[in-house]
């Protein structure tokens, strides 16, 4: 079973970086599809950064330019950077996973993974 634990949560102020990361376990052989979501109190669950099955990123348009997702694979590590945080960013942010199938793409920001984090709080004050 795959498992996925997230870190790096906290309060910063308004224009503040934070770093998340993610250790994944139990992972079986085979490539695996990862994405950052997010869901803020009242709101549905939105993609925020994900990788395409040809490694490419992918941003929502919310956070391009100020969000970086990256991995390192020897490590089993996700990382999300985040920059110029805006108090519309305060979330609870997920670390996602699922099985690449050869005959279909990753889920990129849809909310298709099967194997989700507890998630970590990050809050930006004004």
């Known amino acids: 079973q795959v498992k996925l634990v997230e870190s790096g949560g906290g309060s910063v102020q308004t224009g503040g970086s934070r770093k998340l990361s993610c250790v994944g376990s139990g992972y079986t052989n085979g490539r695996y599809c990862m994405a950052w979501f997010r869901q803020a109190p009242g709101k549905e669950r939105e993609g925020v950064a994900a990788?395409?099955?040809?490694?490419?990123?992918i941003y929502a348009d919310s956070v391009k330019g100020r969000f970086t997702i990256s991995r390192d694979n020897a490590k089993n590590t996700l990382y999300l950077q985040m920059n110029t945080l805006k108090p519309e960013d305060t979330a609870k942010y997920y670390c996602?996973?699922?099985?690449?199938?050869?005959?279909?793409?990753?889920?990129?920001?849809?909310?298709?993974?099967?194997?989700w984090g507890q998630g970590t709080q990050v809050t930006v004050s004004s």
């Open positions: 990788f395409d099955e040809d490694g490419r990123v």
């Open positions: 996602v996973a699922d099985l690449e199938l050869p005959w279909a793409p990753c889920p990129k920001l849809r909310n298709e993974y099967n194997y």
